[in-house]
Every structure is written in C-alpha cells, then in structure tokens.
T-cell receptor, first 114, second 111 residues
Framework: NAGVTQTPKFQVLKTGQSMTLQCAQD?????MYWYRQDPGMGLRLIYY???????DKGEVPNGYNVSRLNKREFSLRLESAAPSQTSVYFC?????????????FGPGTRLLVL | RKEVEQDPGPFNVPEGATVAFNCTYS??????FFWYRQDCRKEPKLLMS???SGNEDGRFTAQLNRASQYISLLIRDSKLSDSATYLC????????????FGTGTLLAVQP
C-alpha cells in the first residue's frame, strides 16, 4: 500500500498561472482533505470531501477549487496563482467522517508562486 | 484567541530527559484529541489519540482535562529520534471530522 500519494512534489509558478495538485489514496477511504501549512500558522483546511460526490469548504477556500474525481482521487486547482498561495499543501484521507477517525497524510507539495 | 494553542518551543533537552508539552483548546464541543508528530519537511503522522482517562504508549503518555480544555504529552527517556515537531490536534466539533491543528512544539533532543 502506498497510502496517500501527491503529485507534484515541488512546483514553481508565476503569478496568474494555473495548476492542479493531484492526490490519490489506496486505503479505500471515504473522506479526503486538502490542507495548507504556513510558518507559524499550523495546518489549515482548504476543502474537504466527506464522501465521493460531495465537497465542502474549509477554513481557507478562497482562490481554490477541488474535484473529487472518484473515491480514490481528490484534486486541488489554483486557477490564478498568487504569491500568498506559496505554501506546503498536504492531502489527507480518513475512513469515514467520524470524529474519532485518524487522518493519514500524503508527503506534501511544495509550491512557490513568484 | 487561536482555537488550539501550543508553546512553539524549541525545547532543547538532553538524551534521557523527560519533557512535557501542553496544549489548550477553545471549543468545548470538541470530542476527539490527538498528538501528531511531524519531522522536518515531512507530513504529519499520528502519534497517539488522547482519551479522558489518559493513555500511555511506551515512553509517551497523553492526558486530557476536559474541564480545563487542556491536553498534555509527556515523553520519558528522550531519544535523539524523538526530535520533531509535535502537533496538538482537536476535532472542530460537530459531526464531521474537521481537525484543528496547533502550530506545533519543536523538540530537539541533544546527545
């Protein structure tokens, strides 16, 4: 089992460019999440998908869109990148959206927007 | 006020020392509590869940005080490999599993 995988690992964008961050999990989990991590801020939830076919906004959704392509895959899209979106992005998954469920994280994507 | 607050550290301790981290949370509706560990430039990984009765996993002991909205992690006999950032994490309340992360406490164990 690979767990949660993310591509790319690193990306440099110019302001205004668009890109899609890919995430896939092979644990048959129902719920998937996108976070960003910035120095001194902790991880903040961008969007989540409690189950296939549903998506909801998290704490910091502005400037992002998501697609739950199927049960395995959950992508995050930046339509017009801004320097404020420079961050480390983590995807996570959990079995079902119960409050006791552990979330498992991917290795992250480091994004620099110039 | 942050929803989850931790002392950022760093905590510099010698090998073999006992070290304690504390965390407070603001949402009294939170139902689940965790400690995650994050190594430098890596993803967070679950260290242990925290239960009201307190729980222990080897050298690690976690405690929860719901009345004071306070969570602690005790590491005994510190190893060099314990050097990492420790994240206090609580459920945001409500039915869905939306986790709120503290900013983390950096531990550096010195030889």
């Amino acid at each position: 089992n690979a767990g949660v995988t993310q591509t790319p690992k690193f990306q440099v964008l110019k302001t205004g460019q668009s890109m899609t961050l890919q995430c896939a999990q092979d644990m048959n989990h129902n719920s998937m999440y996108w976070y960003r991590q910035d120095p001194g801020m902790g991880l903040r939830l961008i969007y989540y998908s409690a189950s296939e076919g549903t998506t909801d906004k998290g704490e910091v959704p502005n400037g992002y869109n998501v697609s739950r392509l199927n049960k395995r895959e959950f992508s995050l899209r930046l339509e017009s990148a801004a320097p404020s979106q420079t961050s480390v992005y983590f995807c996570a998954s959990s079995d079902i959206p119960r409050v006791q469920e552990t979330q498992y994280f991917g290795p992250g994507t480091r994004l620099l927007v110039l | 006020r942050k929803e989850v607050e931790q002392d950022p550290g760093p905590f510099n301790v010698p090998e073999g020392a006992t070290v304690a981290f504390n965390c407070t949370y603001s949402n009294s509706a939170s139902q689940s509590f965790f400690w995650y560990r994050q190594d430098c430039r890596k993803e967070p990984k679950l260290l242990m869940s925290v239960y009201s009765s307190g729980n222990e996993d080897g050298r690690f002991t976690a405690q929860l005080n719901r009345a004071s909205q306070y969570i602690s992690l005790l590491i005994r006999d510190s190893k060099l490999s314990d050097s990492a950032t420790y994240l206090c994490v609580v459920n945001g309340g409500g039915a869905t599993n939306k986790l709120i992360f503290g900013t983390g406490t950096l531990l550096a164990v010195q030889p």
